[in-house]
């Protein structure tokens, strides 16, 4: 059991806050998902039903329930978490879903949520979840490069790629983002298939030639060759980046073949794909054919974070590069909110045509409760300790609670330069799942969650780190009674 943190109060800008009121965030977005979509996997919170247009489809997978009990949990809200617990245990199952998975998505969500809720806990109910789910991914594996398919039945077992994905090609960010849930699979099962399927994905990449020592966002998992020249550190790439560092520091920091591969890519990336702009603003550029489209997406602002990690966990020639680049994409994704009416970020922004961080097109002014920008603010904080994150992060959760919050949860917006957005009527599971506990963690005391200690999969499910935490339950001492 966690403690709760001792910290009574914090200050912000002439504010005197407490961490309580996240919690009471959380508990509005829990209560009223309960009330009117329990076991659905998302809520329409104005029109007070369950959101069949997630991404899980109308099956009734309970991913808000999943996606938010470890949030529950740290914060105390137990008697919520009781609740969660035993819907898992007497509802959850995949047997009857007749349609296509996602298999990343249902990786971080699910099979992450599992696996943080046993190390919180020591419940193996959670364990034996988590090895149920990647059990029903694990036929998506089989391809002749050992490069997973996107899409699997998970009844049937049949495959697939999207078919948009660059001539049946798979997705850097979902390949690449199966390493901390799978390899920790195997550590507290003891069961090594996990760890022996992503350790292939990245024999592969390690050996790919890449161009300009970047990695494009498409692979065709039948050839082995690269799809589309596109490079992202926002959607398409990003998680990739962020599990080669992490499962550096997950491994206790012996997977060096991990480390190395995340330095040689941020060093292409700090080469090719991050630029200044004229008002002085740090950003990575997506690049498309040897271009640079000037255009960072809100995905990509957890990157403030990973650099800021990236600069601090070792000492080395890189060390104070990676911290600058980090403080300045974090306060660039900070100008992103602040340029605009409501004060939360656009989909995506850009640095063209005498504009810098704001969107031009309408289908990048959107914003879906995104936690991005508030990762980076959360890490960069736990860094250095600079009260600006604090400031910014009380600023969004007061942007929050006037645009977002509704009287039956909390919604996206549709247009956040509009002094009356309209809402987009979807609580998304990564709100309680991420967002709130990113900003919870952010004006939390550091013993809560330390960072030498846990690392945090990109659906914010934290994973113990080897060798350091006595939570991280390997397979011999799990069995014990």
């Avoid at 007497?90 to 879903?97: A, E, I, N, T, Y």
């Avoid at 009844?155 to 697939?160: A, E, L």
């Avoid at 020249?229 to 992490?246: C, P, T």
């Avoid at 992103?336 to 289908?363: C, H, I, M, W």
Wanted: charged fraction near 25%; aromatic fraction near 14%.
């Amino acid at each position: 059991m966690f403690e709760r943190c001792e910290v009574s109060s914090i200050t912000v800008g002439r504010f005197c806050i407490e961490p309580v009121w996240l919690v009471s965030m959380m508990i509005h977005a829990w209560d009223n998902y309960k009330l009117y979509a329990w076991g659905k996997n998302e809520l329409k919170p104005i029109t007070k039903r369950g959101h069949s247009g997630s991404i899980f489809g109308a099956y009734d997978l309970g991913a808000t329930i999943v996606d938010g009990l470890d949030t529950l949990y740290l914060m105390g809200l137990h008697k919520e978490f009781d609740e969660g617990r035993d819907w898992v245990e007497r509802k959850f199952s995949l047997d009857s879903v007749s349609n296509d998975l996602s298999v990343f998505e249902t990786n971080i969500r699910f099979i992450g949520g599992f696996l943080t809720c046993y190390a919180f806990t020591g419940d193996r109910l959670f364990l034996e979840k988590a090895k149920y789910v990647a059990d029903k991914l694990l036929p998506a594996f089989q391809t002749p490069t050992g490069i997973p398919y996107a899409l699997v039945n998970v009844n049937t077992g049949i495959s697939k790629n999207y078919g948009w994905a660059s001539g049946g090609s798979s997705i850097l960010s979902e390949f690449g983002t199966l390493h901390l849930e799978f390899s920790y699979l195997s550590d507290v099962t003891g069961d090594s298939v996990y760890r022996e399927r992503v350790q292939a994905i990245r024999t592969v990449l390690k050996d790919i030639e890449k161009p300009k020592g970047l990695y494009p966002n498409y692979l065709n998992p039948k050839t082995g060759k690269w799809g589309q020249q596109h490079m992202s550190l926002g959607a398409l790439g990003d998680s990739f980046y962020e599990y080669l560092l992490k499962a550096w520091i997950q491994s206790g920091h012996e997977d060096e073949e991990a480390r190395e591969m995340y330095d040689d890519a941020m060093q292409a990336i700090i080469q090719h794909m991050i630029r200044t702009s004229p008002g002085g603003l740090t950003y990575v550029s997506d690049m498309k054919f040897d271009r640079l489209e000037h255009k960072m997406d809100h995905l990509a602002c957890f990157a403030g974070g990973l650099f800021g990690l990236g600069g601090t966990t070792l000492n080395n020639q890189y060390s104070e590069k990676y911290l600058e680049v980090g403080e300045g994409l974090t306060n660039t994704c900070h100008e992103s909110y602040v340029r605009t009416y409501t004060r939360l970020g656009p989909e995506a922004f850009r640095f063209n045509d005498g504009v810098e961080a704001k969107a031009l097109k309408s289908q990048e002014k959107y914003y879906i409760l995104r936690p991005e920008t508030f990762e980076s603010y959360f890490v960069m904080w736990r860094l250095t300790h600079d009260q600006k994150y604090r400031d910014w992060g009380w600023d969004a959760v007061m942007a929050l609670e006037k645009h977002c919050r509704t009287p039956n949860g909390y919604s996206g917006l549709k247009n956040v330069y509009l002094t009356d957005p309209q809402k987009d009527d979807v609580q998304q599971s990564f709100f309680l799942a991420e967002t709130l506990k990113y900003l919870y963690l952010l004006f939390s005391d550091d013993s809560l969650l330390p960072l030498d200690d846990w690392v945090f999969n990109t659906e914010a499910h934290p994973l113990p780190v080897k060798g350091r935490n006595s939570l991280f339950r390997a397979a011999a001492a799990s069995s014990a009674p």
